[in-house]
């Protein structure tokens, strides 16, 4: 018990810090409209050379569809935040190795995500233009009342980490678990969370991709760290302990039974 609550006060100070992080990017580059607004046109002129101009077309093909609306703007809501919590508590509890291995890429990716909002500010589409409609507060009341403006980071568009840190979530559960249906159909949020960031005018297309590049860098980096640099006394199966404890049943069992036939045969 210990332990444990020493672990969760750890933990708790870091993301903290992180928080804070956040909030003082947010504090410097909140009030640059005008430059937010510039670079989302950039933005948006080198999507129409890449032919990925789709914002638009996108959210107007569902616009109409109460559901569809109502599902991105759930997938949106609920897919983020929950989701992360609930899966690094759960891989807190029975995956610490892989518990490190998300928060550290989420870490990584974080601050170099910092930099490009403090550097790089870009108005997503529901602020760009009123072609755009803002879904979430049209439609979800609740969620802008839960987490009004005034505490976010509105012009932080780039890189998007609604599809960058589910992400690293899917890639979390597919290395984890054992059942080949499930490792799959991890990635199945991460599809679904690109296509709501899109519909509810959160995100445009390339702020996707940039969420994508930045996450698996951070994931990269700490895949190399841990494999340059393994944890003191971390062994093979020290490894395979950590990541499935039923593993040091099964060998204390073959100790055991070994140990056996030697003082039978005696």
Do not use: C
Not at 68 to 86: C, K, Q
Not at 216 to 242: K, Q
């Amino acid at each position: 018990m210990g332990r444990t609550r020493v672990f969760i006060q750890r933990q708790s100070m870091l993301v903290g810090l992180a928080l804070l992080a956040y909030l003082g990017v947010r504090f410097f580059t909140q009030g640059d409209v005008a430059t937010a607004h510039r670079n989302a046109r950039q933005l948006l002129d080198f999507q129409k050379a890449l032919g990925l101009d789709l914002e638009l077309g996108i959210q107007s093909l569902f616009l109409d569809d109460h559901g569809i609306i109502t599902l991105a703007n759930w997938i949106y809501i609920w897919g983020y935040w929950p989701v992360l919590a609930g899966t690094l508590i759960y891989l807190g509890a029975r995956h610490r190795r892989a518990f490190f291995e998300l928060r550290n890429a989420m870490f990584i990716s974080g601050a170099i995500g910092l930099v490009i909002f403090a550097t790089f500010a870009v108005a997503p589409p529901r602020l760009f233009s009123s072609q755009y409609v803002d879904t979430v507060t049209e439609f979800s009341f609740f969620y802008r009342v839960a987490q009004p403006p005034s505490l976010a980071n509105e012009y932080a568009a780039v890189p998007s980490f609604h599809f960058g840190w589910i992400l690293l979530v899917a890639i979390a559960w597919y290395r984890v678990t054992r059942n080949t249906a499930l490792r799959y159909a991890a990635f199945a949020l991460p599809a679904a969370m690109a296509f709501a960031v899109v519909v509810t005018a959160n995100h445009w297309i390339l702020d996707i991709v940039a969420g994508a590049l930045v996450s698996l860098t951070g994931f990269g980096i700490e895949y190399s760290r841990t494999r340059l640099f393994p944890p003191f006394g971390s062994s093979r199966l020290a490894r395979a302990v950590a990541n499935r404890p039923e593993e040091l049943v099964i060998r204390l069992d073959a100790v055991d039974e070994h140990r056996n036939r030697r003082q039978h045969h005696r």
